[in-house]
């Protein structure tokens, strides 16, 4: 426990804070075959397409594991061992996805931008009017490495006039970044409970367009991650194959009701976005640097400068943020020492004002006085 003597709240990519709601639906077992839960899980799958407006053209396929399972399974099941990936990485979440293609032994070529600029649509034009074995594109939507928001709409076009297909690791987005799909031509996006949609961790997912998953029968090298092969069992009776994390569902079931009371997709965005704004103008104030330009910044996560004060040492920083009840994040740049504070889960202006007001009283406690910037 810390001083302020709650659970501390998570401004961190992931696990992150939820609901007291969301946490009390998990308080009941569910036998896998009860028809009152495989029409719990229906409903859930049915509002994930919803989110993203893919009623006539995808599929919710949902899977067990973290984020990163849902990204590997959506690579394995969509991209066919002969086909050939490009990869757009401008941080970690982009680079694990060709380690991912390294592990399952697809082809690719990447194209990388630095970690504080997004990809170039015409430069991605090129690369595939260049090479034409590139079969399919795959972007991170918000590279939470930096908290970067990549055009996914521009790629999207790009990709569909060369003919080519995109597959989407929008994990730390969906929910509260919108996405149409009936605008922005995609094969299938991942994402996963616990980010934007404020679920408990456990549950992974593929939107997935429901003509090109019937042809990708036979092409994942695990039956586990086998998306074609777990869509086929919940069509044919419902259920999913293997244990299903039944307390994440009802979990997740409680947190897209709030999602929606909140006002869906906008209203997320809405409280993210002042969340982020009341982050970066505070932490301006206090003499900190953001990593990002205002226009380049999703309102996922924020990435910081590290103070070049010699007081300033991060790892007292966050242990005293800690204790005042406030988790934050180590950086994960490749070439700048940084430190990130995200503003999603379920958190608002009173947690982000609270956060900022640890923020003072730690840098008063290690004795740090930055040179205030006039805001
Ligand atoms: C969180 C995240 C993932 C998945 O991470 P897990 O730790 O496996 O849940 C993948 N991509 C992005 C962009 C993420 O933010």
Redesign the pocket.
């Known amino acids: 426990m810390n001083s302020a003597n709650r659970d501390p709240y998570l401004l961190t990519?992931?696990p992150l804070t939820t609901s007291a709601e969301t946490k009390a639906a998990m308080l009941r077992d569910w036998g896998s075959r009860d028809a009152a839960f495989i029409a719990m899980n229906r409903r859930v799958l049915d509002r994930l397409v919803e989110l993203a407006d893919g009623q006539s053209s995808h599929v919710a396929v949902p899977l067990q594991g973290?984020?990163?399972f849902a990204?590997e399974a959506m690579v394995a099941t969509f991209l066919p061992d002969d086909g050939k990936a490009l990869i757009l990485i401008n941080g970690a979440?982009g680079h694990r996805i060709a380690t991912i293609c390294d592990y399952l032994g697809r082809a690719y070529s990447t194209y990388e931008t630095d970690e504080d600029v997004p990809p170039n649509p015409t430069i991605v034009a090129a690369r595939l009017a260049d090479d034409p074995a590139i079969t399919h594109v795959i972007v991170?939507q918000?590279?939470?490495t930096s908290g970067i928001l990549n055009p996914i709409e521009d790629i999207a076009a790009v990709t569909a006039a060369a003919g080519r297909r995109l597959l989407i690791?929008a994990?730390?987005a969906f929910g509260a970044l919108p996405i149409d799909a009936r605008e922005t031509p995609f094969d299938a996006l991942a994402a996963?409970a616990n980010?934007c949609l404020e679920g408990v961790p456990g549950i992974g997912f593929v939107l997935c367009r429901a003509d090109v998953l019937s042809e990708c029968a036979g092409n994942s090298h695990s039956l586990s991650l086998d998306l074609a092969d777990q869509w086929a069992a919940l069509e044919k009776t419902g259920q999913w194959r293997f244990t299903p994390p039944t307390h994440v569902v009802a979990a997740f079931e409680q947190a897209l009701l709030e999602h929606e009371a909140e006002g869906g997709v906008a209203g997320r965005y809405a409280r993210y976005r002042e969340n982020c704004d009341i982050l970066v103008s505070g932490m301006r104030a206090r003499g900190f640097t953001p990593l990002l330009d205002d226009t380049l910044q999703a309102p996922t996560i924020v990435t910081f400068r590290m103070p070049e004060d010699r007081k300033f040492v991060f790892t007292e920083f966050y242990d005293k943020l800690q204790d005042k009840g406030y988790v934050i994040y180590p950086g994960k740049l490749t070439k700048v020492d940084s430190f990130r504070i995200g503003c999603i889960g379920h958190l608002g202006a009173l947690e982000m004002n609270g956060a900022l007001k640890a923020v003072d009283q730690t840098l008063v406690e290690m004795g740090v006085q930055f040179e205030k910037v006039a805001s």
């Open positions: 990519p992931g973290s984020g990163t990204v979440y991170v918000c590279e939470t690791d994990m730390s996963s980010k």
